[in-house]
């Protein structure tokens, strides 16, 4: 009886380790995955006007704690049977966006002094990740859900009716401090409603200062918008007649600098020829982008002056012979919370 009773004992105490070791936290780099809802796609779908699908999840399902988000990729699930190419089927992505679901409860919970960004990434067909530099993170609490949007669009005419899903993988970093970055989102718009293409200002600068306006463009049906303290509406799409279309944006506002920027990601749809940042009055831009590389990271952090003024240049190319609509976001990533 009492070998049986030191083996019971032996057993317990041996489950009870694993038990313990289980529990215990892993430090170090992590990764959860999401996966949208089906969506089939069975007629032509331009790229900005595509049904979008929405899967919000959590990082972690623990008790909640500080994390680092560290990067995204994504990747196109199609049904079993399809015949769709990989290639084939990564070129039904138009966006894929990761945000946060409550921009305002993340900055109580991190107890920031302003209301940031919603977006945290912003990918699309041919660039499908992005990863932050060594040592950097977005922080973020465990328990924030997060808010995955995947908007699909179709070019092909003969494409077979295809249900298509999106696989994102976010990685993290948990148990370790990161340096904290700040997202600034820099978006292309044009003037729809107003008179003057300069956010926020009520008569013409000196053009030698703060450059030129944006682009005028009549309304387009569901544009995102903004609008500035003198009523003015800014829309982030605008027509591209056939040939080369330069929209000039005045970026004070998006920037608000002074801040130092660590890494750049850009996003636009088919027809991009370059987006840029620079300096009102320079020729070199300070961050270039264009399809063949849609992230950069500066040698040296960049630093954006508060006393300068500055332009997000956007370049799109219509090689058809009828309008089609253009649009571009790059994302700043910053020194800050």
Not at 83 to 90: I, S, Y
Request: proline content about 9%; overall charge positive; charged content about 20%.
């Amino acid at each position: 009886m009492f070998k049986n009773l030191k083996g019971l004992r032996k057993s317990v105490l041996l489950f009870l380790s694993f038990a313990w070791f289980g529990c215990q936290r892993v430090s170090g780099p992590q990764s959860v995955q999401a996966v949208t809802p089906a969506l089939t796609l069975d007629r032509i779908v331009l790229p900005f006007s595509g049904p979008s699908v929405v899967q919000d999840f959590l990082v972690l399902k623990e008790y909640p704690e500080t994390v680092f988000v560290t990067g995204l990729s994504v990747r196109v699930l199609t049904e079993e049977g399809s015949r769709l190419t990989p290639k084939e089927a990564d070129q039904l992505l138009a966006t894929a966006t990761l945000s946060w679901l409550n921009p305002t409860r993340h900055a109580e919970l991190l107890q920031l002094p302003y209301q940031p960004d919603p977006q945290l990434f912003i990918l699309g067909s041919g660039n499908q990740e992005v990863k932050l530099p060594e040592g950097f993170g977005l922080a973020m609490r465990s328990n924030e859900p997060l808010k995955l949007t995947a908007q699909w669009m179709n070019r092909n005419p003969y494409l077979q009716p295809s249900s298509v899903r999106l696989q994102a993988t976010v990685h993290f970093q948990r148990g370790v401090s990161l340096k904290p970055l700040r997202v600034r989102a820099l978006y292309g718009w044009a003037l729809s409603q107003g008179k003057l293409g300069f956010f926020g200002l009520k008569e013409r600068p000196d053009p030698k200062v703060f450059g030129v306006e944006c682009l005028h463009s009549p309304p387009i049906r569901n544009a995102p918008e903004v609008r500035d303290s003198l009523g003015q509406v800014f829309q982030t799409r605008w027509p591209l007649p056939p040939g080369e279309t330069v929209n000039l944006v005045p970026a004070d506002a998006q920037v608000q600098a002074p801040t130092t920027v660590i890494q750049a990601a850009g996003h636009s749809w088919p027809g991009l020829v370059e987006m840029s940042l620079a300096e009102v009055g320079s020729s070199a831009p300070l961050l270039r982008l264009d399809p063949a590389k849609m992230q950069v990271r500066p040698q040296t952090p960049l630093v954006l002056g508060g006393d300068r003024h500055y332009q997000f240049r956007l370049t799109h190319r219509n090689e058809s012979p009828v309008t089609a609509i253009g649009g571009g976001t790059m994302l700043l990533y910053t020194e800050g919370p």
